[in-house]
């Protein structure tokens, strides 16, 4: 329970997002990279937005699930790149669907959300993507950037695992 979490929380996937981003934009690929960066931070403000402003509701006062929402945006728009910015949502949604649903019920199971909170999470990740057009290039990403892309994000993972504690807790008390 405690790894979904952690794969889901802003901590560990800033600094792969972050790998990630800089290598497409090292390879010249400044379109993807910039659409899901924006793509996430957009995610990101709009759940920290709402946490803030329903920080004293009783029946909101977990909405939305920012791991779940930071999983559909960050994961989502990792896929979206691996397969060449051009399948459409309809290719990304058997892959960031299940992630979504393993992070919305480890969220559930660890009395963190209900159900509600991780529908909203997934909407505002969701909604990112598709405003920013992560799902749709305007040309494909080219392999050799896409397989760069992928080794930095997994290479940063030692980072992120380190990064979790501290960079999630700063991110937490920031919108919480």
Do not use: Q
Not at 48 to 70: E, I, N
Not at 107 to 121: C, I, K, N, Y
Not at 154 to 159: G, Q
Not at 161 to 173: N, Q, V
């Amino acid at each position: 329970m405690e790894l979904l979490n952690t794969l889901a929380d802003v901590g560990f996937v800033a600094p792969l997002l972050a790998a990630g981003v800089l290598m497409l934009l090292a390879r010249g690929s400044a379109e993807p990279a910039l659409r899901w960066a924006t793509a996430f931070v957009l995610a990101a403000a709009v759940t920290g937005g709402l946490k803030a402003m329903l920080r004293g509701s009783a029946d909101f006062a977990h909405f939305p699930s920012g791991h779940v929402c930071v999983a559909v945006a960050f994961y989502g728009g990792l896929f979206s790149i691996l397969t060449g910015g051009r399948g459409g949502p309809w290719l990304n949604l058997p892959i960031v669907v299940p992630i979504a649903l393993l992070s919305g019920w480890s969220r559930v199971e660890t009395t963190a959300h209900s159900w509600t909170d991780v529908l909203g999470g997934f909407a505002i990740g969701a909604i990112s993507l598709a405003l920013l057009g992560c799902w749709r290039m305007s040309r494909p990403v080219d392999v050799a950037a896409r397989k760069w892309m992928l080794t930095a994000t997994v290479a940063a993972m030692p980072v992120g695992f380190a990064s979790y504690t501290w960079l999630g807790h700063s991110w937490r008390m920031l919108v919480e």
